[in-house]
């Protein structure tokens, strides 16, 4: 659909400018017929304006001066100020707090106790012939402390849920940071090559409107037919459709840029080009997937994953057994309205056990639960350690391919280039067609946006394989070294 309708505009731009070009009387139309004088040239051709670079449908001019970004700075900036890091980031916080209140159970526990008591005492076998007794009053004020000797490993138990829970948060933090830094890096390089090939459709237009001049005055000159008028018209008008494409499409992907950075969409921002990468990837097969398989916070959540696969299985082993607990005490009492308990201090050594006898096999399918979810917790590891190897393989086969593109482009568009000179030689010597021309023009611009296309590509395909790695994003060419 988008085709077709780019296909009606291209004709009703060229019907327009070819209406423009006929709109004379009718008798200067048929006197053009004949042969003219060698004196008289013919009527000159209106030219064709240049389309000022227009804006995006709904857009106003910027009213503050665009930001602009290096790669450093947008995936510093996506890291700062992304909500989904900010997210993570608070789990982690969580989690450290969950890990500090299962530590906490092996600590030692303090407590200050106070009691007290105002009232009355009496006999009853004679409560109306005796005195109303008087008021008195009662307290007592106490120091406990507390330590965990031994609970069967339930404490640790916990402790070992607390820090696999810490270390999956940890691990989902790092993956939500790459993950982002991937995304910010990946529109970085669209933006830049949406903007390449925005300025490729602005040269091609220039281009276009000065073969147009050029064949109205070959018309004019009685050299060419006034077809070719109308040939180089449409080149213009499909020039000027495709530019008019390539800069919302730059503005489509500055806006996801921005987004992704935590950055208003409306806010003007401009990126700028790093230095041109190694023309070759410059790390091996190998290193990648060693890179990978040490670095990439997947495996480290798949681990963290058994490990609190590990201590629900303890946890299972300690219910089904004896329950058994021993702690040690001591308090002190330094004031008492009570003078036998007034500074007075007290300690001991206190256990329990409880050993089930029945209980319906609940505490043998509690263990045999969590012996499978360790299974399966330990093949999601594995299945986690082929995937990262898949993806790491395929992303450094995929700058392979597009640091050989970059080569083959170049050399696609230079061919190109001189194909078009030559065509357009051969046009101005009265040798060559119109339609020559315009098929060298078509080849010399696919051609430059293939050319500046595969060069952002392969930029893109090295911040991928920095991700598969589970590096750091940076610019830089072919990987970590």
């Given amino acids: 659909m988008k085709e077709f309708v780019r296909q009606i505009a291209v004709i009703v731009v060229a019907l327009s400018l070819g209406a423009a070009t006929f709109a004379t009387p009718r008798a200067e139309a048929v006197q053009a017929q004949a042969p003219p004088p060698a004196t008289a040239p013919a009527p000159a051709m209106p030219a064709v304006p240049a389309p000022a670079p227009a804006p995006a449908p709904g857009t106003a001019a910027p009213s503050a001066p665009a930001q602009t970004f290096t790669l450093a700075q947008a995936v510093q900036a996506t890291l700062t100020q ?4 900010v997210a993570a980031q608070q789990a982690v916080v969580q989690a450290q707090q969950s890990v500090l209140q299962a530590q906490a159970g092996f600590g030692p526990m ?3 106790n106070g009691n007290g008591a105002l009232g009355t005492t009496t006999n009853t076998t004679n409560i109306t012939s005796a005195p109303l007794p008087s008021v008195n009053g009662t307290g007592t004020a106490t120091v406990a402390g507390s330590l965990l000797v031994f609970d069967n490993g339930r404490t640790r138990a916990l402790v070992e849920a607390a820090q696999a829970g810490l270390a999956s948060a940890e691990a989902t933090l790092r ?4 993950d982002l830094a991937l995304q910010a890096g990946t529109q970085f390089f669209t933006v830049l ?10 040269q091609i237009l220039a281009q276009d409107q000065a073969q147009l001049a050029l064949t109205e005055a ?11 008028v109308i040939q180089a018209q449409a080149t213009v008008a499909q020039a000027q459709v495709n530019l008019l494409n390539a800069q919302a499409q730059v503005l489509t992907a500055k ?14 921002i401009e990126v700028v080009s790093p230095t041109s990468p190694s023309p070759q990837v410059t790390v091996t097969q190998d290193q990648v997937l060693a890179a990978a398989l040490q670095n990439r916070p997947e495996i480290a959540k798949a681990n963290a994953v058994v490990q609190s696969a590990q201590a629900s299985l303890d946890t299972a082993y300690v219910d089904a057994g004896p329950q058994v607990a021993v702690n040690v005490g001591a308090g002190y009492t330094p004031l008492s309205t009570d003078p036998a308990l007034a500074n007075t201090a007290t300690y001991g050594l206190t256990g329990s056990i409880s050993l089930p006898l029945f209980d319906s096999g609940r505490g043998h399918a509690e263990i045999a639960g969590a012996q499978a979810g360790l299974k399966s917790a330990q093949a999601s590891l594995a299945s986690e350690v082929l995937a990262i190897r898949q993806d790491a393989y395929t992303a450094y086969l ?30 101005r010597a009265g040798v060559g067609t119109i339609i020559n021309v315009i098929v060298a023009q078509t080849n010399a611009a696919q051609a ?13 395909a090295l911040v991928t394989l920095q991700h598969a790695e589970g590096a750091p994003i940076v610019a830089i060419g072919g990987g970590t070294p």
Avoid: F, I
Wanted: glycine letters at 6%; charged letters at 10%.
């Fill in 193 to 202: 090559g949406d903007e390449g090939v925005a300025a490729v459709d602005q």
């Fill in 255 to 268: 806006a996801a840029l921005a987004s992704t950075m935590g950055v208003d969409t409306t806010a003007p």
């Fill in 110 to 112: 303090v407590s200050v």
């Fill in 82 to 85: 992304n909500p989904q890091v």
């Fill in 175 to 178: 993956q939500t940071q790459q």
């Fill in 398 to 427: 995929s700058a392979v391919q597009a640091a050989a593109n970059v080569t083959a482009t170049a050399a696609a568009k230079a061919a190109a280039d001189q194909a078009l000179a030559v065509a357009q030689g051969q046009y």
């Fill in 448 to 460: 430059d946006v293939n050319a500046t296309t595969a060069l952002y590509n392969y930029e893109s």
């Fill in 218 to 228: 070959q018309v004019r000159a009685g050299v060419t037919a006034q077809a070719d």
